[in-house]
């Protein structure tokens, strides 16, 4: 089992920043692609932003320009920062992996979610 372990989440201001960060722990699993979603009330899960294991990353349009992917494969982290936030960024997000141990098919991972709350 992969286990992700997020923090850096929040209450900000409108136009202020965050960062965000979640670990994955799991013994001899190959981390894949890491990604960050989102959900705020009433609404689906989205993604946000993901980077594969060699840096390519993939950003929501709503995003783009503000937000900023990165990881470090050594210590199985993935970063985001957050910058010139708005109201509708409100949401819990989550942290996403595809691992797998050798020989083994990907499986998906989830952590358990942080808030952020940006206040107009």
């Known amino acids: 089992q992969v286990q992700l372990v997020e923090s850096g989440g929040g209450l900000v201001q409108a136009g202020g920043s965050l960062r965000l960060s979640c670990a994955a722990s799991?013994?001899?699993?190959?981390?894949?692609?890491m990604a960050w979603y989102r959900q705020a009330p009433g609404k689906e899960r989205e993604l946000v932003a993901s980077?594969?294991?060699?840096?390519?990353?993939h950003y929501a349009d709503s995003v783009k320009g503000r937000f900023t992917i990165s990881r470090d494969n050594g210590k199985n982290t993935v970063y985001l920062q957050l910058n010139s936030l708005k109201a509708e960024d409100t949401a819990v997000y989550y942290c996403n992996t595809w691992a797998r141990k050798l020989l083994r098919p990907l499986e998906q991972y989830w952590g358990q979610g942080t808030q952020v709350t940006v206040s107009s």
């Open positions: 980077i594969s294991s060699t840096g390519s990353t």
């Open positions: 799991g013994s001899s699993y190959m981390i894949s692609v």
